[in-house]
């Protein structure tokens, strides 16, 4: 097998615009790509780069209308994370792995032409726990700042380079069991985070699973971001009237469901 990394966090909103408004302000970044073709699954959406890494907010377009990610919203009651997001060199190899370990795939998408293009592969979340899982392959993606289709042509010239995704974790009805999952999917050796947490490393970042802290389920709670200037980022959270906080000398920011986590 090849590279592995993490390459997006996906957020899911009700409304789009005001999250949008709070992540512009506090990232420090314009949004870099909206892509339409979400627009089959009734949402819209807003990615922002962060590095070689991105993060998106995705919404249902009309909140009447049902879709899977509306359904997601009622049933981890309200906004919060939605998709781990990775991208390899291998993903033919890799279809067949999933395939031989019956891990269901309810996407297998190509976009692009043949000289930009992306392709992804979503698996079935009853089949691995903790999330929505999706490996992806892009052209000319051999370091991060290379090709990513998904996020427009010129993604690199909003990138901001002072902050980068570096984790993200799961709270799960087990986490052992959902690790060791992930762990045989992905063809990853776990570590032991004591206190019933267990971590996966990828080639740029680590997924954690940690117990159910609250009682919305399963789902992604905290995004890890590595950044530049911390003062900065809880100053402009706090002018968003967002909740921020330190807990073992660490700095987080509350946002879109989710919990940002700063060093």
Not at 10 to 38: F, K, N, S
Not at 206 to 230: K, N, S, W, Y
Request: glycine letters at 10%; a negative charge; hydrophobic letters at 40%.
């Amino acid at each position: 097998m090849g590279y592995l990394r993490l390459r997006q966090i996906c957020l899911v909103a009700r409304d789009l615009a005001p999250v949008e408004a709070q992540l512009t302000a506090i990232l420090e970044t314009e949004v870099c790509h909206r892509d339409p073709g979400v627009g089959k699954y009734g949402l819209h959406n807003a990615l922002w780069a962060l590095g070689g890494t991105f993060l998106e907010v995705v919404a249902p377009k009309d909140p009447d209308t049902d879709t899977a990610a509306g359904r997601y919203l009622s049933r981890r009651k309200g906004n919060g994370g939605y998709m781990y997001i990775l991208d390899c060199d291998d993903l033919d190899a890799r279809r067949e792995h999933f395939k031989a370990m019956n891990v269901r795939i309810v996407q297998d998408l190509h976009s692009g032409d043949d000289s930009i293009w992306s392709e992804a592969i979503h698996l079935h979340p009853r089949d691995t726990g903790g999330c929505l899982l999706s490996i992806d392959r892009h052209s000319g993606a051999e370091n991060t700042m290379g090709g990513y289709h998904w996020a427009g042509p010129a993604w690199q010239e909003r990138a901001n380079p002072d902050i980068v995704i570096t984790a993200a974790t799961m709270q799960c009805d087990d986490p052992q069991a959902t690790a060791e999952r992930w762990g045989l999917i992905l063809r990853r050796p776990l570590l032991d985070a004591g206190e019933n947490v267990r971590v996966m490393n990828l080639d740029n970042a680590r997924a954690f699973f940690m117990p159910l802290a609250d009682q919305r389920g399963e789902g992604l709670t905290e995004v890890h971001l590595r950044c530049a200037d911390i003062a900065g980022v809880i100053s402009r959270a706090e002018q968003q009237k967002l909740r921020t906080g330190e807990k073992d000398g660490q700095r987080h920011v509350d946002v879109c469901g989710v919990r940002l986590l700063l060093t």
